[in-house]
């Protein structure tokens, strides 16, 4: 039986070692590695791998960006996302840009290795958990009705920030705003596109092509 032939793209070379040791004598096998979101794109594109192991914070192109541009050229291929963080807005995101699965890097080596496969089958690795966390704001009819929104320019970097999946607090230093004025916006923007929490917010920015 052929090995399942997985590109590695992080920026740590400790966790791209683990990931290879947790690999090792199973049906997977890792045939590149890369460091940064730009080399990621280039091996994927080039070189057809089954599956991809995307790191989502990454110099030279994160991950979310590097998904979303080599699912442009080949939307089947699967990818899966890696991360320290369990950040609603990451997972939004990379619902709504294709991403087969989202993992942490805490979780087991049976989950890992069961994610690849279930992939590399051409199915979904996401947990009913995590998507129920997400579907909510996919399936908000005021994100599907295409409507205008008359966001102000702040409001609207405030939306790409957030986003980006930052905290109200990055968010400040990041426009040299305070804490309280960030606040404001994000509740205005809620009001404004008519959804309840930041979730739905990123989904709703993904989908306008805000980021």
């Not at 089947?76 to 087969?100: H, Q």
Request: charged fraction near 25%; aromatic fraction near 4%; charge should be negative.
């Amino acid at each position: 039986m052929s090995k399942i032939k997985v590109l590695i793209a992080d920026d740590h070379e400790v966790v791209r070692c683990g990931l290879k040791t947790l690999l090792a004598d199973t049906d997977i096998e890792v045939v590149a590695e890369v460091s940064t979101g730009e080399a990621a794109i280039r091996y994927a594109l080039e070189n057809d791998p089954d599956v991809v192991l995307m790191d989502i914070r990454m110099p030279g192109g994160d991950g979310l960006t590097s998904l979303g541009r080599i699912k442009l050229d080949k939307p089947e291929m699967p990818i899966l996302m890696l991360s320290t963080f369990d950040n609603p807005t990451y997972i939004a995101r990379s619902v709504a840009l294709g991403a087969s699965g989202y993992l942490l890097k805490g979780c087991t080596r049976d989950h890992l290795i069961k994610s690849i496969q279930t992939a590399a089958a051409g199915e979904s690795a996401w947990t009913r958990d995590e998507l129920r966390r997400v579907t909510g704001a996919l399936a908000t009819p005021r994100l599907t009705a295409d409507i205008e929104v008359p966001l102000t320019q702040r409001e609207s970097e405030v939306l790409r920030q957030l986003a980006y999946g930052l905290t109200n607090k990055e968010i400040a230093q990041a426009l040299h705003i305070s804490y309280e004025t960030v606040k404001e916006h994000v509740q205005h923007i809620l009001r404004k596109i008519g959804v309840s929490d930041r979730t739905q917010a990123a989904v709703w920015a993904v989908r306008k092509e805000l980021v």
